[in-house]
């Protein structure tokens, strides 16, 4: 169990569920128990608040062309998005394009696709802030290009893609697909969800709960389902759904979608507050370029294990994270940092501090006073 005072500066891995989404959540699962795919009452009741769900995502994103399939993750949703759309229409071309910084539910699908389906795959290198390049992205387009996979924030380094400006080469290409990773954006940054063919987010990024997601798709887009069984959502996704993590999915993106200018600017404070003390601290070399996300900064450490730094940052009740959450256990150094042109000592002793509404200038400053200790200590 946690200490009554800690720092969580790990955001971007999870963030702290919303007790008022925990108290929705348990509501709705002791009263609305009923399959959804029941025709008795209770279960026509509990399929009637899904659809209800599904409309209120849409809206939230003020969408009406686009569908809502639930998920169990953003993860799951970019396997279904990515795989689900080049298997169904690899008759229409089978080159597709995503960058060398992706989240790994995305590269992870490229592999597959490209080694076992044969898919002809382009990976685009990012620039020094790392950004795909426009001009390579026009020129790696053909008429044979089905789908563009490119996140609007990356999870490590927070750098921000430009995502209308994309949506503008792609529209050039009638058979091409944008599917966009927007886990980390969503409450963070303003897109043209109208314009993006396929969007994913994951509940627990936003003060949410734990396995619950959505792919949010354009209509006219069908896929050929990652998981089989009884036909639910449209047939893209069997399972029984779980009605009272849909409604709090929908709530938690309501919740998300409010007051964002506001939270930008605490956020805003936060990251340029520490990164201007980091900068002082010798050894210590900035990631996250000042046009990246301020929600997210990451730093490397030039001559001490970012491991043993985050293990006694953690012993001090102060919790970040060295490369990521979902490779952190199995890769010996950040591929994201690495794509930026660091050396592999650089890209190997990573940190990450991901910020929320809820962090404070104290707690900053307690982190970089904390830090400098260790730095002074740790061989």
């Excluded at 962090?359 to 970089?368: I, Y």
Aim: with cysteine.
């Amino acid at each position: 169990m946690l200490n009554d005072k800690f720092i969580y500066f790990d955001n971007a891995a999870t963030t702290t569920p919303d007790k008022e989404v925990i108290a929705f959540y348990n509501k709705m699962e002791s009263e609305l128990f009923g399959n959804p795919n029941s025709i008795h009452h209770l279960g026509l009741e509990a399929n009637n608040y899904l659809s209800k769900a599904r409309e209120s995502i849409a809206s939230s994103f003020k969408l009406d062309n686009h569908r809502v399939i639930f998920t169990s993750s953003s993860t799951e949703a970019n396997n279904l998005a990515i795989k689900g759309y080049c298997l169904k229409y690899k008759s229409r071309g089978k080159h597709i394009i995503t960058t060398n910084i992706e989240h790994p539910s995305v590269l992870e699908c490229f592999k597959q696709l490209k080694e076992e389906f044969g898919f002809d795959v382009t990976i685009l290198n990012v620039n020094r802030k790392g950004q795909v390049r426009l001009d390579d992205l026009r020129f790696a387009m053909r008429n044979s290009t089905i789908l563009v996979s490119i996140m609007a924030i990356n999870n490590e380094i927070g750098s921000i893609n430009p995502i209308k400006e994309i949506v503008e080469i792609i529209k050039q290409y009638p058979k091409a697909v944008l599917h966009v990773d927007t886990t980390q954006a969503i409450g963070k940054l303003d897109l043209p969800y109208k314009d993006i063919d396929m969007f994913v987010v994951s509940a627990h990024k936003i003060h949410g709960l734990k396995g619950s997601g959505a792919l949010i798709a354009r209509k006219n887009i069908s896929f050929l389902p990652i998981i089989s069984g009884g036909g639910q959502e449209e047939g893209f996704r069997s399972g029984t759904q779980s009605v009272a993590l849909a409604c709090s999915l929908a709530k938690t993106v309501k919740l998300a979608l409010k007051d964002t200018s506001k939270r930008l600017i605490h956020v805003s404070q936060l990251n340029s507050l520490l990164r201007s003390e980091l900068t002082k601290i010798d050894g210590i070399l900035l990631n996250s370029n000042e046009t990246s996300s301020p929600y997210i900064l990451n730093f490397s450490l030039d001559n001490k294990k970012a491991s043993v730094v985050v293990e006694a940052l953690s012993r001090n009740n102060i919790y970040v994270s060295s490369v990521s959450a979902c490779s952190s256990k199995k890769e010996p150094y950040s591929y994201v940092v690495r794509a930026l042109g660091k050396d592999i000592n650089l890209s190997s002793n990573t940190i990450r501090v991901s910020f929320d509404e809820s962090n404070t200038e104290e707690e900053c400053l307690e982190f970089v006073k904390t830090l400098k200790g260790i730095l002074e200590t740790t061989k």
